[in-house]
């Protein structure tokens, strides 16, 4: 059974920061695109970055540089590095492996929350 695991979420204040990592386990993700998607309380989830097998990076217009997404591996494992966070970076935060179109992946875990606080 493929499960990917999120965990580093949590509490922040404005400016501050979080890294988040997601574990992923049952498969081998070294051939496929992993990232991340959020939701916020009454908005629809949203992509936030993804990183391909060959370590090409896109992210949303809304997180570009202050958010890194990067991955290990040989831990079958992807991180997302949150710095200089707002109180709009509040929401789930989800995992995702194997993307299969446009904003499509295969693979889901079941979020992490992060909280930022102004």
């Known amino acids: 059974q493929v499960q990917l695991v999120e965990s580093g979420g949590g509490l922040a204040q404005a400016g501050g920061s979080l890294r988040l990592s997601c574990a992923a386990s049952?498969?081998?993700?070294?051939?496929?695109?992993m990232g991340w998607f959020r939701q916020a309380p009454g908005k629809e989830r949203e992509f936030v970055a993804r990183?391909?097998?060959?370590?090409?990076?896109t992210y949303a217009d809304s997180v570009k540089e202050r958010f890194t997404i990067s991955r290990d591996k040989s831990k079958n494992t992807v991180y997302l590095q949150m710095n200089s966070l707002k109180s709009e970076d509040t929401g789930v935060y989800y995992c995702?492996?194997?993307?299969?179109?446009?904003?499509?992946?295969?693979?889901w875990g079941q979020g992490t929350q992060v909280t930022v606080s102004s």
């Open positions: 990183i391909s097998s060959n370590g090409v990076t």
């Open positions: 995702v492996g194997q993307r299969v179109g446009p904003g499509r992946y295969a693979h």
């Open positions: 049952g498969r081998t993700f070294s051939s496929d695109s």
